[in-house]
């Protein structure tokens, strides 16, 4: 068996653990309440895209994105800078750090519940993802072309990846 075959196996059954993971979860929490959770996280998952794009490109993080974080995500920015001082020959990823900070101030009940891998599980698979990665990707093509002048607002990046197909 060659190194291919041999990831693919290794692919096919992490999948497996990961849906039976999922459905051992799914128990825990209503249906109703996963289906809430999903979309809100991947609202968050989407101001996440946005506010990566933003950075990526424009290499730092505007003012009026900073005022933005602040309103928003109360101790957000303030938490990117401590990891950034306790980790100072890591390269900075922001919006990693946004992903971590969100799970954790905004999914602690999934957290300690015992359900958040279902949540995930679910997120990453449901079609708003794909929409949101595929505008994502189309955007950061564009963008490093030409930056966006003035600058989308959230709320209109997130309303032009419903208009995708």
């Known amino acids: 068996m060659n190194k291919a075959d041999r990831l693919r196996e290794t692919e ?3 999948g497996a653990e990961s849906r039976a993971q999922a459905e051992v979860e799914r128990k825990i ?7 809430a959770t999903v979309t809100e996280f991947i609202e968050w998952r989407a101001f996440s895209y946005w506010l990566r794009l933003i950075v990526e490109i424009m290499g730092f993080v505007p003012d009026t994105v900073a ?8 101790g957000f920015l303030e938490y990117a800078a401590a990891y950034a001082r306790q980790h100072p020959n890591e390269q900075e990823f922001l919006w990693l750090r946004f992903l971590e900070w969100t799970d954790d101030k905004l999914f602690q009940a999934a957290i300690a519940e015992g359900w958040r891998h279902v ?5 990453t698979r449901d079609p708003r993802m ?3 990665r595929a505008y994502w990707r189309q ?3 564009s963008w490093k072309r030409q930056f ?7 709320e209109s990046w997130r309303s032009a ?5």
């Open 29 to 35: 929490v209503g249906a109703e309440r996963l289906a």
């Open 119 to 123: 949540l995930g599980h679910d997120a």
């Open 148 to 154: 966006p002048a003035p600058l989308p607002s959230f």
């Open 130 to 132: 794909d929409q949101l």
């Open 67 to 74: 005022a933005i974080l602040k309103e928003r995500c109360p």
């Open 12 to 14: 096919i059954a992490l």
């Open 139 to 141: 955007c950061r093509e």
């Open 161 to 165: 990846v419903l208009q995708i197909r």
